[in-house]
């Protein structure tokens, strides 16, 4: 049988304690006192899960005694009990920190369910700060793997943007982390109290995007029962991630732009203005710039969103994370379903280090957790992997990565497959993936700005954004 709660009770309004303890003995165990000395030596010898304080004058030392125990003992839920009801004692009560008010007489029924209730929001308070405080531990720098020098300077150029209020662009190729570092970002920021709303534009049909993003009235179409609030309500004062950004209509692309430039919307099939305080994380894997010249994508949008851009490396270009990755997931997994597997054959480090993984850190998260399931010795065997054909690779000029099957049929339209058009080729894979942004682009490729800009002069590379082409 689980321990009652304690409540310390301190003359709970005058003539009033006795009333109280009446409700509440036998499903709490309770403390009453008359005496302030009492009190505080109660509370220093032992933690209570809730306060119930008499305070009849907004101006009485009481009050003070509010103020202190709130501070001492901040997660101890407060029920102010009184034999007035003026708004300058309520309002006073509950800006020092108490949860209710209950007003002489007060019976049975109401002092039980402002009790139940007090302790109720109080556990739930413990399990958001310790869900956040997880999350506090999972979204940290520090703890990202990061050991090749492009995720070094991506994690750095992060840091920076963290502590900014400005709109993130994070782009990359489809599992590589986005969504992962959009949340290190937001938890690492100054919003990292308020909420932190994920939603992924391509996984929801275009008539209910909109309704999903900014909500919805009550009869505004036929599904609509009932007044629905939208994913930039739910996130107020903190941040949203809009993943896949680039699958959004143009329609509803104006409509963001909108929240963009003037924090405002309207539920669908509403008119009420509604002001949103939400810092914005947009992700894609498209090319917006070539969507943009397409009209898919509105350019006005576009230099609203990439304010901060980051471009994500696919995880074959950074070879020195790949391991630290598969061990940590090993240990994820292995605790999932309570297996003990204590790492890798050698067989298996070499497998997982020769392929070149097309799916990037969520490829390698599937395999690893199927390679759990299937090991049957304390180590990951190279038939556990169970890869599929393995995609070749080679280092071209400066260390560059080349991936022959990815870039084959460009190669062999550039200088007759000679090394000159490989070398352009990829400066141009590199900056179109960092759309265009040639110092992220330089990040990328491992090399400085000015030498990346020195190729581009040299390769006659030009762009219509840049501003040496307007």
């Known amino acids: 049988m689980p321990a009652r709660d304690a409540i310390l009770i301190y003359d709970a309004c005058s003539g009033s304690s006795e009333a109280i ?14 005496s302030e000395s009492e009190f505080q030596a109660e509370m220093s010898a032992r933690q209570y899960d809730l306060i119930l304080l008499g305070i009849d004058d907004p101006d009485s030392a009481r009050m003070r005694l509010l103020e202190s125990t709130t501070v001492k003992s901040p997660y101890t839920p407060i029920v102010i009990a009184s034999a007035s009801e003026k708004a300058d004692l ?24 402002a009790v139940r209730r007090a302790i109720e929001l109080r556990n739930q308070r413990h399990e958001i700060d310790y869900l956040r405080h997880r999350q506090d531990v999972v979204y940290d720098f520090n703890q990202v793997i990061a050991r090749s020098a492009k995720m070094k300077a991506v994690l750095k150029i992060l840091k920076k943007f963290s502590s900014t209020d400005s709109t993130i662009l994070i782009t990359g190729d489809t599992g590589t982390g986005k969504s992962f570092l959009s949340g290190t970002v937001h938890f690492n920021s100054p919003r990292k109290a308020k909420p932190f709303v994920k939603i992924n534009c391509a996984n929801i049909p275009e008539h209910l995007l909109e309704s999903e993003l900014f909500g919805h009235e009550k009869g505004s179409f036929t599904s609509a029962d009932k007044q629905r609030i939208g994913r930039f309500e739910q996130a107020a004062g903190g941040t949203i991630f809009l993943d896949e950004i680039g699958e959004i209509s143009l329609n509803l692309q104006s409509k963001l732009l909108r929240v963009l430039e003037e924090k405002s919307f309207e539920r669908v099939g509403g008119n009420k203005t509604i002001h949103a305080d939400v810092r914005i994380i947009a992700a894609t894997n498209k090319d917006l710039v070539r969507q943009v010249e397409e009209g898919r994508f509105r350019e006005d949008l576009y230099y609203r969103i990439n304010v901060l851009p980051v471009a994500l490396p696919p995880l074959r270009e950074r070879l020195e994370c790949i391991m630290p990755l598969a061990e940590r997931l090993l240990g994820r997994y292995c605790r999932m379903v309570n297996r003990s597997i204590q790492g890798f054959s050698e067989e298996a480090v070499q497998a997982i280090l020769s392929y070149d993984w097309p799916g990037n850190i969520r490829q390698l998260a599937n395999t690893i957790e199927r390679a759990v399931i299937l090991a049957e010795s304390h180590e990951i065997q190279l038939a556990n992997l169970a890869l599929p054909p393995r995609r070749t690779k080679e280092h071209g000029l400066d260390g560059f990565v080349i991936d022959r099957r990815r870039h084959s049929d460009r190669i062999s339209r550039e200088s007759n497959g000679s090394l000159a058009g490989q070398e352009r080729d990829l400066i141009i894979k590199a900056l179109e993936e960092a759309l265009w942004v040639q110092k992220t682009a330089a990040i990328k490729l491992g090399v400085s700005p000015r030498a990346l800009n020195y190729k581009i002069r040299k390769w006659r590379i030009t762009h219509p954004h840049w501003r040496r082409n307007k």
């Open 21 to 34: 303890g009446e409700a509440l003995s036998g499903s709490y165990h309770l403390t009453i006192t008359n």
């Open 90 to 113: 309520v309002v006073k009560a509950m800006n020092l920190g108490a949860c209710d008010f209950l007003v002489h007489p007060v019976s049975r029924e109401r002092t039980r369910m």
